[in-house]
């Protein structure tokens, strides 16, 4: 388990592994692991004075974590929020005996504080900017008009609008947050900008309010109020009333939004609208891991419609949705399509071809840069061609995969290859010290494993020929595999115990004798072991739980 530290993620099952322990282990198994580690490393069983300083410092790591384990506080402390959580500053005048759900209310507590003393160091900035694209004259034109004209009559394509917009939050206490945001908008040749100032204060733990004014050159001054409000646990309410002021007086509006979680994945809206343009909107929205699906009508002037969308996500790495949706109205009649994909960590770049009556043929695309939004609608045609449909659907997804496979993939790699390099060398000084220290382990467990051996001879138990853990790598690259994995033969004997080994689900680098040969990599056990004078093999991924011996390990004579 891993638990968030601010934006760092935390490891906190080295305890564990250290003593080779489940998480759900009881006091009695965990005391079990302690009392046999410390046979194996305490300082007084060593004459040799470099072993006997190796064997106190293992000897040190096994006892703290043993003691904190040990106490039923620091270990729920630890199992929530890690090595770090142990380290904060506030724990030392919590109450013992507090419940796990106790404790983790004290750290959100304590992790507030830490946020007060940080508010003027944050913002939120979020941006939008839209570029609309008329490239109806590439399906649309008429060839007579283009039969004088010179370069054989080039296609005119013009951007005929653009809007830019952009806001960012000031928190000013805990409870009161500022909100600055600007537009400028232009439509052939024409446009304007508005500027508006909000105040925001957490009223409760069930709601907040904002007051907000504006002005702008096309519009006259606003003022806003709108609050938000948990009803119950499954309803809320949201009412905004505004007043815009202009040279043909005052327009009031005003809009509610009443919502209610129908089941755990399905809301149900309510809304109301007031103003310059009245309508009521009902919708039901379900979104399970998926898919999302949407089924709207509206009744309102101008517009009166009933829309219906889908949407189907794939569970693959780069998070990729399918999408379609049908609309249909006074206006007339729009049929959607398109996908949706992750392309960085930070970057979902979509596209939607758009189809209707009278609208004709749009392609839309999108891309979402962490808190930015960069939309581009390309208008294609005017009317229902199926050459722009076909265009608007393959163009997209051709240049999408060329740039996929010659852009993106190269550069991601490279830069994971580069993030990599960057982390083992800031954590060569770490890894060197755990792998002196696992070197340390093992010359500390000679003369354990070869009692144990021993033992298991005279039984037929479970021998660990050889054990090697770490990246594996093609055939075709065996100097590469063998600088990537480390010997761990005589770490896993030592553990063997009446002729069984167990290892928990977690990273083995922890174990006694292990460490991390290469950082940020994905890793594997591969263990080649003899039980009852019969060979067997196994390779486990790193996080996987191990038990040996096993039937299905067996390696058939024939083989």
Partial sequence: MAAAFGDEEIDNDDYYSLLNARREATQEELKASYRRLCMLYHPDKHRDPELKRQAEQLFNLVHQAYEVLSDPQSRAIYDIYGKRGL??????????????AE????????????????????TNPKGTISVGVDATDLFDRYEEDYED??????PHIEI????????????????????????????????????????????????????????????????????????????????????????????PGVTTVLARHLDKNTMGYLQWRWGMQSSMNTSVVRDTKTSHFTLA???????????????????????TKLKGSVKSGFFGTVVEYGAETKISRHSVLGATVSVGVPQGVSLKIKLNRASQTYFFPVHLSDQLLPSAVFYATVGPLLFYLAVQRLVIRPYLRAQKEQELEKQRDSSSSETARKKQEAESAILL?????????????????????????????????????????IDVTVPLQCLVKDSKLILTETTKAGLPGFYDPCMGEEKSL???????????????????????PKQSHRIDADT
Avoid at 90 to 95: K, L, S
């Fill in 149 to 154: 004209m010179p370069a054989g009559g080039m």
């Fill in 445 to 485: 467990m000679q003369e354990s494993v070869r009692r144990i051996i021993e033992a298991e001879e005279s039984k037929l138990g479970l021998i660990i020929l050889n054990a090697w853990y770490g990246k594996f790598v093609t055939d075709s690259s065996l100097k590469h595999e063998r600088a990537r994995v």
């Fill in 526 to 548: 591969k263990v080649l072991y003899q039980f009852r004078g019969v060979m067997h093999q196994v390779l486990s991924r790193d996080t996987e739980a191990l038990r040996i």
């Fill in 160 to 251: 005929n609008r653009m809007h830019i917009s952009q806001s960012i939050e000031a928190p000013l206490t805990t409870s009161d947050t500022a909100i600055l945001s600007g537009s400028l908008s232009t439509h052939n040749g024409n446009g304007g900008g508005s500027i508006t100032l909000a105040m925001r204060r957490v009223t409760s733990a069930k709601g907040w309010g904002e007051v907000e004014i504006g002005a702008g050159d096309s519009h006259g001054p606003v003022f806003g109020m709108k609050i938000f409000r948990n009803l119950t646990q499954r309803c809320f309410l949201t009412a905004q009333c505004g007043l815009q002021f202009s040279s043909r007086g005052v327009r």
């Fill in 103 to 122: 404790i983790r209310e004290e750290f959100e507590r304590l992790q507030r504080e830490r946020e007060e003393r940080r508010l003027q160091q944050r």
């Fill in 297 to 319: 009508m509206q009744l309102g002037i101008p517009h009166t419609f009933m829309m219906m969308s889908y949407q189907y996500k794939f569970q693959d790495e780069d998070q």
């Fill in 87 to 100: 380290d904060v500053e506030g724990w030392e005048v919590v109450e013992r005996k507090r419940t796990p």
